[in-house]
């Protein structure tokens, strides 16, 4: 079953810790949550552009090296 109560979940010192959220709590974090997470997946979209990025520059340095 699941818990009708939110709870705030993080890890310190090895373990994970557990603390429940009041209404206003939940309030004040649910829009923080939301930009966490927004930024979290514009930052995986900007590692795999920059992993593109650097293939594409070893493909040039390649090139350029078979050509002296």
């Known amino acids: 079953a699941r818990h009708a109560t939110p709870v705030l979940s993080w890890s310190a010192g090895g373990r994970t810790r557990l603390r429940t959220l009041s209404p206003a ?3 004040t974090l649910t829009p923080l949550v939301a930009r966490y997470q927004q930024v979290r997946r514009a930052r ?3 590692v795999q552009v920059h992993r593109r990025m650097l293939a594409a520059i ?3 340095d390649t ?3 078979r050509t002296r």
């Open 58 to 60: 070893d493909q040039l």
């Open 44 to 46: 995986t979209r900007l």
């Open 25 to 27: 709590e939940v309030a």
């Open 63 to 65: 090139a350029r090296r």
